[in-house]
């Protein structure tokens, strides 16, 4: 075996660890941030069959579960399958209910890919549901902005980058996430990084009025880095954007 491929293997037993960490204080954060009781939907829900009360059930058990933490883990995993196995296998690709109830396992679970596309669908079949599940999406990223902040705070800039992501794997509207990420790409000098974030954060559609003025400085930021890196022309569409 040569050295390069044992240096390989070294590293792969090193990462796989610290990314199986990163994802379970992820998911503490987002369960946190959660109910500690069942809840039910807010919005009309079509389809579904005994798979998907099962899934149900088994979210059920992974929120209110006793005893042994490993069985809301277990409950959680057997929900999403069940539920995937509706979709897949058994005809309810097109069930609301389904979708609803796979990005709540996975919202509990703090799978936030998972839960951020099952949600997406979601609201493409069932319009209606969007306001409740934006509020889903709304406290997990908080949870995790929050943690982003407190890492930043102490000067751990590794470790706030992995929360900041992770909120906006959940929820693009605000753009706190983005920012700091652009603010801690420029401490480093990382210029194309920072415009990428500066960028998107300009692109956010807030509601709040203090996440409009904190859009609105992000577009600004991003217009000048635009123009300190000689993009001229760049920099002037961004300018206009933030005058507008």
């Known amino acids: 075996m040569t050295k390069g491929l044992v240096g390989l293997i070294v590293l ?70 069940v539920v995937t196995e509706a979709i897949t296998t058994a005809g309810q690709g097109k069930s609301s209910a389904a979708w609803y109830w796979l990005g709540r396992l996975y919202l509990q679970q703090g799978d936030l890919s998972g839960a951020d596309s099952a949600f997406t669908k979601t609201v493409a079949l069932a319009p ?33 980058m992995v929360f900041y992501r992770a909120a ?18 420029t401490s480093a000098n990382q210029t194309d990084s920072a415009l990428l974030y500066f960028g998107r954060a300009a692109q956010t559609q807030p509601t709040d009025s203090a996440m409009i ?5 992000a577009a600004f930021n991003y217009g000048v880095l635009l123009l ?8 002037i569409a961004a ?3 933030y005058l507008a």
């Open 128 to 160: 209606g549901c969007q306001e409740e599940l934006k509020k889903y999406r709304y406290r997990a990223w908080a949870a995790l902005a929050n943690a982003g902040g407190t890492y930043r705070q102490s000067k751990q800039d590794d470790s706030a």
């Open 12 to 81: 792969g037993l090193v990462v796989a660890p610290a990314i199986a960490a990163a994802q379970d204080a992820i998911a503490v954060r987002v369960q946190g941030a959660l109910d500690a009781r069942m809840t039910q939907p807010e919005c009309k829900l079509d389809g579904g069959d005994f798979r998907v009360s099962s899934g149900k059930t088994y979210l059920k058990t992974g929120i209110e579960g006793s005893g042994d933490p490993s069985n809301r883990v277990g409950a959680l995993k057997n929900g999403v399958r």
């Open 168 to 185: 906006n794997r959940i929820y693009q509207d605000p753009p706190l996430a983005y920012v700091n990420m652009a603010d801690i790409f």
């Open 228 to 235: 300190n890196t000689g993009k001229s022309r760049e920099a």
């Open 213 to 217: 003025k904190l859009r609105n400085q």
């Open 239 to 241: 300018l206009h954007q």
